[in-house]
């Protein structure tokens, strides 16, 4: 069910914006626990969770700015959400599939979050 007052979809977008800042990339799925699986590591510079600042937009959208996370060799199939910039921990709040990203080499890729609640 769609909820059809858009305050209500707004303030619902806001708390799962609120959940958490940190974003991350996986090679494939993370899975459904808090510690998320196939999460990139290694690279020089090395991997590391990039931190996002949520902002309300309307109708239910929050967005996050864009953070840019240094990878290894690797094609990237998965962004995580996280509580915490510690990778491997037991702080994955959310993840989502995208289009993949193929690193043939040491890289970075950015990251601009958007959040929507029907």
Known sequence: MAIAVGS???SL?????ALGNWLGA???NPGTTTTPANEVTGGSPAYA???TTWSAGSNG????????LNSPAATITYVILASA??????NQLDNCAITSVVLSGQGQIVITPTY???
Do not use: E
């Not at 977008?13 to 914006?17: G, Q, R």
């Not at 910039?85 to 037991?90: D, H, I, L, V, W």
């Open 8 to 10: 209500t979809r707004q």
């Open 13 to 17: 977008a806001n708390s799962y914006a």
């Open 26 to 28: 996986a090679t494939g």
């Open 49 to 51: 969770r990039g931190q």
């Open 61 to 68: 959208v929050s967005n996050g700015t864009a953070t840019t």
């Open 85 to 90: 910039a510690t990778t491997g921990a037991a």
């Open 116 to 118: 929507t609640q029907t």
